[in-house]
T-cell receptor, first 110, second 112 residues
Framework: ELKVEQNPLFLSMQEGKNYTIYCNYSTTSDRLYWYRQDPGKSLESLFVLLSNGAVKQEGRLMASLDTKARLSTLHITAAVHDLSATYFCAVGFGNEKLTFGTGTRLTIIP | DTEVTQTPKHLVMGMTNKKSLKCEQHMGHRAMYWYKQKAKKPPELMFVYSYEKLSINESVPSRFSPECPNSSLLNLHLHALQPEDSALYLC???????????FGPGTRLLVL
């Protein structure tokens, strides 16, 4: 059974600081996604990572994938309040199924 | 049109009611999904339809019955639900199997 773990589960950080969210998964996968969810809202697709060493960046967020270590990271640079949300990684398994990580609830403090 | 829509946004139903959730997309996506999300938890996959055929059923109780009338529509029929079924129900679609999934706004269901 594929297991996907994120850490930390909760993260409170000050504006302007940098931090990294980690996503570990237990079996080989061919794709990894990062999603954002605001309270009471749906999931917004942020990144899809398809190969070892893949790096994607959008604004203050950068995601990377190390398939050998079965690890993806989501790096936040110079955090701003608007980035407060819950972030999920999701690992593709087979043709259709996604298994979501536990989620990281990020709070940016002014 | 680049979005997935879901109706209703909110639903309150008794345990003896029958109701349906509706999901629609006009992006030409051929895979559609139902997820259940409890508060402060990740989404859990319920069903996957690919080319209008059910391809994955994650051992969901029969009180949940999915239907895909055409390539743009996905329904979830609800009957005799339990209070523990209260959750946010999310629909998603992707261009094909294994593609990036795009989520609708969800239906927040409360079973009394």
């Amino acid at each position: 059974e594929l297991k996907v773990e994120q850490n930390p589960l909760f993260l409170s950080m000050q504006e302007g600081k940098n931090y990294t969210i980690y996503c570990n998964y237990s079996t080989t996968s061919d794709r990894l996604y990062w999603y954002r969810q605001d309270p009471g809202k749906s999931l917004e697709s942020l990144f899809v990572l398809l190969s070892n060493g893949a790096v994607k960046q959008e604004g203050r967020l950068m995601a990377s994938l190390d398939t050998k270590a079965r690890l993806s990271t989501l790096h936040i640079t110079a955090a701003v309040h608007d980035l407060s949300a819950t972030y999920f990684c999701a690992v593709g398994f087979g043709n259709e199924k996604l298994t979501f990580g536990t989620g990281t609830r990020l709070t940016i403090i002014p | 049109d680049t979005e997935v829509t879901q109706t209703p946004k909110h639903l309150v139903m008794g345990m003896t009611n029958k109701k349906s959730l509706k999901c629609e997309q006009h992006m030409g996506h051929r895979a559609m999904y139902w997820y259940k999300q409890k508060a402060k938890k990740p989404p859990e996959l319920m069903f996957v339809y690919s080319y209008e055929k059910l391809s994955i059923n994650e051992s969901v109780p029969s009180r949940f019955s999915p239907e895909c009338p055409n390539s743009s529509l996905l329904n979830l029929h609800l009957h005799a639900l339990q209070p523990e079924d209260s959750a946010l129900y999310l629909c998603a679609s992707s261009l094909d199997r294994g593609g990036t999934q795009y989520f609708g706004p969800g239906t927040r269901l409360l079973v009394l």
